[in-house]
């Protein structure tokens, strides 16, 4: 059985992942590969033909900057993206693994609205506002998808929705110091379902849930696209993140 972890776990494996003597990624390199696992597992539930346009609320945290490289893969796979982006500062990167407390403006109003919205929703990690380690404690909203990074956290354990797991970074060494049972990927896949739900196509095209084939969807995507070039994501990935204490930011590259 996949392994569940809590918030602290969560915290030191990145440390882990960051540390010379551990993984030696960049959080650059962690981010890039966790925004492309959010965009593939996105594109896995909802087809860029019948979702073209999501909208990626992204929050304060390096959980934010995974959404701005899933708006630019997005982008490239042939969706209508738009970054709401509070903090320079319906897809919720909005907090990750530490979250704590009760969700503070500009980001209370933003969970409101997820509540209300009937648009589908995929959480990342851990859905906005729900307790890390406990799940949805305050009763806020229930996304449609989840897709955990590295290792589901213990708040998951009662989500029923379709359930990915992305986050292909973790070393052998890594996963055996915190005793990490984690399912293969195949073959060269960035995400894996840990469980599916009917809406889920994860295998076989055309013929599942009637959907047309990933590459026809892509290039009525492409098609149909007018409003959001790629310049204006790299327009907006540059400009979101310009800090005002002038430090360098990790997410500034993406
Ligand atoms: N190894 C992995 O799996 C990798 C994971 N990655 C991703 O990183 C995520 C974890 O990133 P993270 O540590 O930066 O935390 P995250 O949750 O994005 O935001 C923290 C910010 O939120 C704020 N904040 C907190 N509570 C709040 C509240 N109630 N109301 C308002 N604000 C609140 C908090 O402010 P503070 O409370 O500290 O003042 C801080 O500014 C992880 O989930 C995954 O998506 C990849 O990028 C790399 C590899």
Not at 4 to 25: N, R, Y
Not at 222 to 247: I, Q
Request: aromatic share 10%; net charge negative; charged share 20%.
């Amino acid at each position: 059985m996949t392994t569940l972890i809590s918030q602290e776990t969560a915290q030191d494996i990145d440390q882990w992942l960051m540390d010379p003597s551990g993984g030696a990624f960049s959080i650059d390199q962690l981010m890039e590969l966790a925004g492309l696992a959010c965009a593939t597992a996105l594109q896995k539930t909802y087809q860029p033909c019948t979702h073209p346009k999501v909208l990626i609320c992204a929050g304060p945290g390096n959980q934010g900057g995974d959404g701005l490289v899933a708006a630019r893969h997005l982008w490239h796979f042939g969706y209508q993206p738009t970054l709401f982006y509070p903090k320079q500062t319906d897809k919720d990167l909005l907090f990750g693994f530490s979250f704590h407390g009760e969700p503070r403006p500009p980001f209370d109003a933003v969970i409101n609205a997820l509540n209300e919205t009937t648009k589908p929703i995929l959480s990342v990690d851990i859905p906005s506002a729900w307790d890390v380690e406990k799940g949805n404690v305050s009763g806020t909203f229930t996304p449609d998808s989840l897709i955990s990074l590295t290792a589901p956290k213990l708040g998951s354990k009662s989500f029923k929705g379709t359930h990915w797991l992305g986050g292909r970074f973790v070393p052998p060494h890594i996963a055996q110091r915190f005793k990490l049972d984690l399912p293969d990927y195949p073959g060269s896949e960035q995400v894996r379902v840990l469980k599916e739900t009917a809406r889920t196509y994860d295998q076989g095209w055309p013929t599942a849930y009637g959907m047309h084939s990933p590459w026809i969807s892509t290039q009525k995507g492409f098609a149909s696209r007018s409003t959001t070039s790629l310049e204006d994501m790299h327009r907006l990935d540059s400009e979101s993140n310009s800090e005002s204490d002038g430090k360098s930011d990790a997410r500034r590259n993406l």
